[in-house]
Structures are given as C-alpha cells and as structure tokens.
C-alpha cells in the first residue's frame, strides 16, 4: 500500500502562485503520476501529469500556467501554478499508478480570489 499527502494548497490572489507537493510513503514502480483536480458539481478534470517515459501532459486550461515535476529521492510530485486565475478554484488531488492499482491523496484545497 502506498500513501500520498498532499500540501500546498490555500488562498491566493489571481494572478499569484501556489506550490502543490505531494509525498509517497515509499517508492514504487509508478507508471504515471500526475494530478486532478474537482469543483462540486463539476467533471474531475486531470490537470497534469508525468508519463512513465519521463515526459509531461497538461490541460489546455492550465497548459503555459502549471509545471508539474517529481523529486524520485524524495518520492515527491510538485505543481507549480503559476499566474492564477478564479477558475483554476477546486481541490487539487494526486495520484500514481502501478500496473495493479491506482493510488490518490487526500486532496487539497486551492481557491483563487479576485
């Protein structure tokens, strides 16, 4: 069993920036890593994530915005968010996949205020 924590989130102003992480409790071998995010009543949308091959695939709606990156050593995921905007508001969660099972966080809130 893996666990993930995720940290970082809170209120910031549009325009500013936020750093998401997201620890493992061990390593594993993960096939994608990446992060989602949800607003009550909305579609659970992925937002970024980091193929088993090292590269990265974002959201058009966050694409330029957000940079997703890991620590391996440290078994940690990050989400830069950069230039915020009202809608990017929802909590933020992780996830990372093995062949077997699909493990998330717990989530963490982000809100974006005018």
């Known amino acids: 069993q893996v666990q993930l924590v995720e940290s970082g989130g809170g209120l910031v102003q549009a325009g500013g920036s936020l750093r998401l992480s997201c620890v493992a409790s061990?390593?594993?071998?993960?096939?994608?890593v990446g992060w989602y995010r949800q607003t009550p009543g909305q579609k659970r949308e992925e937002v970024a994530l980091i193929l088993s091959g090292g590269g990265t695939s974002y959201s058009g709606s966050v694409n330029g915005r957000f940079s997703i990156s890991r620590d391996i050593v440290k078994n940690t995921l990050f989400l830069q968010m950069n230039k915020l905007k009202v809608e990017d508001t929802a909590t933020y969660f992780c996830y990372a996949r093995t062949d077997f099972e699909t493990y998330w966080g717990q989530g963490t809130q982000v809100t974006v205020v005018s």
């Open positions: 061990r390593s594993a071998n993960f096939n994608n």
